[in-house]
Structures are given as C-alpha cells and as structure tokens.
C-alpha cells in the first residue's frame, strides 16, 4: 500500500457531478485530485454498459451550467433540442405537457467537454483508479483507498472528500454509522432501466404519439413498464433513444397477476417491437454506447448532503426527480455548488459538518426542496392502475396543473371540487381522493423543506419529520400495476 500527496479536495468519480464538482473546487484555489475508474477517453461511462442514460435535460439546467462554468456548450455536445417533454396515458389519449424547451445530450461528448474543463481549471486527473472506500478518523472522513490500474493498493489523503461515485457509490456506503447520511436506501425507491440508441431507415407512418421529433415522449403504462414509464427521446437525424424504467416490486405484482416471468430486458424488447412507426431500427453503437442498463434512484436527495470533511452529489445522493428520474440537472446543480463550498470550506480552515452545512442550504433552496413532496406523488401514482391513469388524466386534472406537479408546486385541489366530480357522476372517485390526500401531503412536505434545518443541531428532528411523513404516504398506497 503507498500514501501519496495530501490534497485539499479529493473527487472520487468523474461523470457530470464529478467534474464539475472538481472544477469548481479548483477554481476556488484548492488543490483537487479527481478519480474515477475508466480510461479518460471513456470519461463518465457509468459501467461495462456504457453511458447508460435518456439524455434528456432541460435547458433550465444547461443555461445554469454554462452561467456558472462560462463555458458555452453547443453541438456536438447538445446533439437536439427539444421542445418539451409530454406524458402519454396508457390508452394515448391524453398528453400532459412538461419541462419546457431541452435537450438530447450526446453523452460520450458531453462527458468529455465537462473533463476538460476540470483539467484546465488546475485539476490532477488519475483514470482507470477503483475506489473501494472512505478512509475515516474520529468520525471525519480523510481520504479514499482504492487500486490504481497494475492493481496496486493505494490511498490518498485529503481535508474533504466528495462522493460522486453515482447510484452504487463504496463510500457512502462505507460511511461511519451516523444520523445525517444513510448508507442504504430502499429498494422500493430504485429504479431498474435500460435503453437503446436506434437509426432508423425511414419512418413507416406519422404517429406523434410513438415519436415525434419536437417532443420527448413519456409512455405512463403499468402493464408495459410498471412502476415507472416508457420513453421515446428524439436525437438528431433519424436517431432515437427509447427505454424503459420498473419497479422491482412492481413488476413482481405484475408478472404474478398477469402469470408472465418479464423482466427488465424482456419489457424493453416487447416495447420496441410496439413502436409502430419506425422501420428497419439498427442499433446505433457509436462509442459502444447503444444498448444498456442501469438504476436510478427516485427519492428525495439524503436528507443531509454533508458530514465531517465529507460532501456529495449527484446519483451518489440519491438526487434524480422523483417523477421523471431526471437526474442529469441535479447533478450538474449539485456538481457545481458542491465544489464551491468545498474550496471555501478549505480557505476558512474547517471542513467539520457545520461547516460544510451552507451546501444542504443552498442545494434545498436551488433544487432539493420539492423533491420530498414529488416521492409523495411518485408513490401514489405506482398505486394506480392503467384505468385510473386513463381515466384520471383526462379527468382530475388540467394540463397546466399536472405539468405543475411535475416541478413540484401544488395545485389548488379542494373538497369542493369533489363534490362537483360527484355531482358529474365521476368514477374513481377513491382516486381521486387519494389525489387531493397526496397533493396536501405534497404541500405539508414542501412546507417542511422550506425550513429546513439552519444548522446540523436541528436536524434529527426534521428529518424524523421527513421519515414519518413519507413513511405514512407508502402505508397507504402500496404498489398496484394491474389492481
Ligand atoms: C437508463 C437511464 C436513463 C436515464 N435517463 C435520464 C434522462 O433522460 N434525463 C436525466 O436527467 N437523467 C436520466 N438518468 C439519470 C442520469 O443518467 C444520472 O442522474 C446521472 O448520470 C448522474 O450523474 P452522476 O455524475 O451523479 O453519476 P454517474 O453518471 O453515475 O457517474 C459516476 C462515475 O463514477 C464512476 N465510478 C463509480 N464507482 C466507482 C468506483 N468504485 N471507483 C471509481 N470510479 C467509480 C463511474 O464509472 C462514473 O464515471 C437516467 C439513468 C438511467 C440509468
């Protein structure tokens, strides 16, 4: 084993978080170190798979970056701009509209534009470097151990380490007991995905709703995808992105009750071949990335993203949105806070929790605060069936309100207004109850966010708040595709 030099900030997995997470540090004055397990021409490939991903981020988030790096990113990087993203129920008839004008990345480029702005801000870039772990002191965190590429057993010191290791992260995991960072979360709030990058020959009809090339299409159909969705992201020319997410759980309940044995791999298949539209699909493998799978977690962020000379962001804290699994916006928001308060938590000299605390502050106030109410939401829509998402969307909500849930606000849903459902002799009527329960439960869990803890003291009892809060929402809706 050899120790080599000390650094002020080490950055343990070079995707989106990571690098920039380590550009911000060093352009704050530290010395930063940044590992990650690929070759560099590989940068941010999030396993053997590839760059596993929909692509799809909002030109919110891209406008953010390139503010905060002054770095302008165009094509190849941003390979198509789209013009939002629409949710399609299960019978296609219904079309929420969300998120605004965005983009499908190319992911391989993208990646490799984020490194080299973290190499010209000053940072030491060490590939094919696997972390097995946080070295920790007296409850601090002080460095990372891991296996440099001949295999040789190394550590590396630091005042503060960031984890942006993504979803399978070894040092969150590793972290010393303690109330603020969970090491595990459960598995009824991971996502199992996969896609494939198509070219297709032609199309062999029009049909906006399997693709259309200004919109992201989001298929909601719990027998197809249970528990999550099916999705159809346009890239440039005749290139297409399509995938699929499911609950664990749910596809357990669904393969019983439906007497089939799917899995992640068998959905996605089934759910191409249903496309209608397109003709001749071949895989389109540039960079090896035209086929894989991954998870994605869907819960609220950790509820601290901060302990003793340890921060995170991204995947690694559990940061994707709730309802849509986007998780590239948070990771650049959360790359590029972190790295900040890490450089100005090395200037004054103290990189203890209540130090580093300023991150879960602003981290809330820019991004995390709705994300606790959204997992109320993401939770009661895996209770529905494919006739109540049917019948709801055309039913229960305006287009303007759903699209609002979407970014976390809350819609005005009243008694009153049941009544008058009632009155119009609607079915489901349990359901859509169960909606205005969720929808105040959304709004109690907000209110909760918005005052967040000041300092690590108040935490335990906020966070407790959380847990029970969510707790009750999972006690009364259970997992339900076919129902
Ligand atoms: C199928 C799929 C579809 C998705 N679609 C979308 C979408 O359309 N839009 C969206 O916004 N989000 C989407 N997401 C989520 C999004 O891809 C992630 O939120 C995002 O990649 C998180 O970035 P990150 O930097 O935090 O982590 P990652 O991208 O996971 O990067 C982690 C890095 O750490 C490295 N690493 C991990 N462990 C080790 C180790 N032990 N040692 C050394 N290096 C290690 C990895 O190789 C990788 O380079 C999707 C995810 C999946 C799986």
Same mark, same amino acid.
């Given at each position: 084993m050899t120790s080599s030099n000390d650094y002020d900030v080490i950055v343990a997995g070079?995707?989106?978080?990571?690098?920039l997470a380590a550009a911000m540090a060093a352009r704050g004055g530290a010395s930063?170190?940044?590992?990650?397990?690929?070759?560099?021409?590989?940068?941010?490939?999030?396993?053997?798979?590839?760059?596993?991903?929909?692509?799809a981020v909002a030109g919110s988030h891209i406008d953010f970056l390139q503010k905060n790096t002054g770095v302008t990113f165009s094509h190849p990087e941003?390979?198509?701009?789209?013009?939002?993203?629409?949710?399609?129920?299960?019978?296609?008839?219904?079309k929420y509209p969300f998120d605004g004008v965005g983009y499908s990345l190319d992911r391989p480029e993208f990646e490799r534009k984020l490194l080299q702005i973290a190499k010209k $801000?000053?940072?030491? %870039? /060490?590939? #094919? &470097? !696997?972390?097995?772990?946080?070295?920790? +002191?007296?409850?601090?965190?002080?460095?990372?151990?891991?296996?440099?590429?001949?295999?040789?057993?190394k550590i590396f010191k630091s005042k503060i380490v960031i984890d942006c290791l993504g979803v399978s992260t070894v040092i969150r995991r590793k972290l010393p007991e303690n109330p603020y960072?969970?090491?595990?979360?459960?598995?009824?709030?991971?996502? $199992?995905?996969?896609? %494939? /990058?198509? #070219? &297709? !020959?032609?199309?062999?009809?029009?049909? +906006?709703?399997?693709?259309?090339?200004?919109?992201?299409?989001?298929?909601?159909?719990?027998?197809?995808?249970p528990g999550g969705y099916g999705w159809v992201f346009p890239r440039s020319g005749n290139r297409v992105n399509i995938g699929l997410g499911v609950q664990k759980r749910s596809l357990d309940i669904?393969?019983?009750?439906?007497?089939?044995?799917?899995?992640?791999?068998?959905? /996605?298949?089934?759910?191409?071949?249903?496309?209608?539209?397109?003709?001749?699909?071949?895989?389109?493998?540039?960079?090896?990335?035209g086929k894989g799978s991954w998870s994605v977690p869907v819960r609220r962020q950790m509820e601290s993203l901060v302990f003793n000379g340890y921060m995170g962001a991204g995947d690694s804290m559990v940061m994707p949105n709730p309802i849509s699994a986007g998780g590239i916006g948070p990771a650049l928001i959360s790359g590029i806070i972190c790295g900040k308060h890490s450089a100005r938590a090395v200037q004054e000299g103290d990189v203890s929790m209540k130090n580093l605390?300023?991150?879960?502050?602003?981290?809330?106030?820019?991004?995390?605060k709705k994300m606790a109410g959204m997992e109320?939401?993401?939770?009661?829509?895996?209770?529905?069936?494919?006739?109540?998402?049917?019948?709801?969307?055309?039913?229960?909500?305006?287009?303007?309100?759903?699209?609002?849930?979407?970014?976390?606000?809350?819609?005005e849903l009243s008694m009153a207004q049941k009544f008058k459902m009632i009155l119009k002799g609607a079915r489901n009527i349990t359901a859509f109850s169960n909606l205005i329960y969720t929808v105040k439960k959304m709004k109690e869990l907000n209110d909760i966010y918005e005052k967040y803890p000041k300092t690590p003291e108040e935490f335990p009892k906020f966070k407790s708040t959380v847990v029970h809060e969510i707790e009750e929402v999972k006690e009364r809706f259970k997992p339900n595709p076919i129902g």
């Open positions: 070079a995707g989106m978080s990571g690098s930063v170190l940044l590992v990650d397990r690929n070759k560099e021409e590989s940068v941010g490939k999030k396993t053997v798979w590839g760059w596993t991903c929909g692509d941003l390979d198509q701009q789209v013009a939002g993203v629409l949710a399609l129920s299960p019978d296609l008839s219904s $801000s000053g940072v030491e %870039y /060490i590939p #094919e &470097f !696997e972390v097995d772990g946080p070295l920790a +002191e007296n409850n601090v965190i002080t460095g990372i151990s891991g296996r440099s590429k001949g295999g040789e057993k960072v969970d090491r595990t979360i459960d598995i009824d709030d991971i996502e $199992s995905t996969g896609r %494939y /990058i198509f #070219e &297709f !020959e032609s199309l062999d009809h029009e049909d +906006e709703r399997y693709y259309d090339r200004k919109y992201a299409l989001i298929h909601l159909n719990n027998e197809i995808a669904r393969n019983k009750a439906l007497g089939k044995s799917d899995n992640l791999q068998s959905l /996605i298949d089934n759910y191409v071949k249903m496309l209608p539209v397109f003709k001749d699909l071949k895989l389109y493998d540039k960079d090896g990335n605390w300023s991150y879960n502050l602003e981290y809330n106030e820019l991004y995390g109320a939401f993401r939770i009661y829509l895996q209770s529905l069936n494919n006739s109540i998402l049917n019948y709801g969307m055309k039913s229960f909500l305006t287009n303007e309100e759903a699209s609002d849930l979407t970014v976390g606000l809350i819609p």
